[in-house]
């Protein structure tokens, strides 16, 4: 099969559990708390235009629906439609677009601020999907990502840490019919690029976007009370954060 469906595959194969009512797989961070994060960035001279690139099932689209004019945007079509009954079921104002994040169907400047959660690492060209964010944002643009090369995997973390998160894995599996473990495999194969604050930085300078916060801090106010007592337990520390750039008008170019 052709890579670029196969990676699609992956995407559609994983449409349930991204839905915003899937409680397991919200058990680490708060999806309302995110929001509140990209909310709190947002100001009312920047606009209410939003458009969210690799938006999955819709769960950061969702609650900032209510206060933005919100895109969502992905180009799996089952986290579409997840999102789609979701959206229905909640009676949430936004507008869905299927397509590719390399290819953004849109003219430049046409939203305020371009937002993207988890979903430059799956890339296959990340430099080129943030040069087309960055022309058709007229203002910001606001990725969270991890620094997952980072993971501190302490002994603490391989004594009390994996038997804890296995039994986690087992209770999820348990919950949803699904194993964490056998998807995070299959998706190794498909997708090659990773990603850190360095290279997300490098990708954004080179598109002509200034980088005006960094803040990893937010793991914090995000995190759920469960993840931090099992962080505090086994010593197991994932670094993420939000990082806010600002795109250059050629007026400032020059
Ligand atoms: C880790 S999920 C994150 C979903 C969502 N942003 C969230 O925070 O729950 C990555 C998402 O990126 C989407 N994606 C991956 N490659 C893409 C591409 N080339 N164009 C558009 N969407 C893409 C996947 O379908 C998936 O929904």
Known sequence: ???????????????????????????????????????????????????????????????????????????SSKMLLQLKSRKEDMKS???IICADAHQLPFKDESFDVVI?????????NPQHAISEMARITRKKIVIMEGDWGNTKITIRHKIFGRPVYGFHFLLYKFKTGREPKKQFE???????????????KEWLENAGVEI?????????????????????LTGFEEEMF?????????????
């Not at 993207?116 to 296959?124: E, Q």
């Not at 005006?212 to 505090?232: G, M, N, Q, W």
């Not at 990082?243 to 170019?253: A, T």
Request: net charge negative; glycine share 4%.
């Open 242 to 254: 939000i990082l806010v750039g600002e795109v250059r008008k050629d007026e400032e170019k020059t």
């Open 186 to 200: 299959e998706m190794k194969k498909y997708h090659k690029t990773s990603t850190s604050f360095e290279l997300i």
């Open 93 to 95: 104002e936004l507008e």
């Open 116 to 124: 993207c959660r988890f979903a430059v690492w799956p890339l296959h």
């Open 1 to 75: 099969m052709d890579k670029e469906l196969k990676v699609r595959e992956c995407w559609d194969n994983l449409a349930f559990e991204y839905d915003y009512k899937n409680s397991p797989k919200w058990f680490w961070t708060n999806p309302e708390a995110w929001a509140r994060e990209i909310e709190h960035r947002i100001s009312d001279s920047d606009g209410n235009k939003i458009l969210d690139v690799g938006c999955g099932a819709g769960v950061i689209s969702i609650p900032l629906s209510s206060r933005f004019d919100v895109t969502s945007l992905d180009f």
């Open 212 to 232: 005006k916060e960094i803040d990893y801090s937010l793991k914090e106010r995000v995190s759920t009370k469960k993840s931090k007592f099992l962080r505090a």
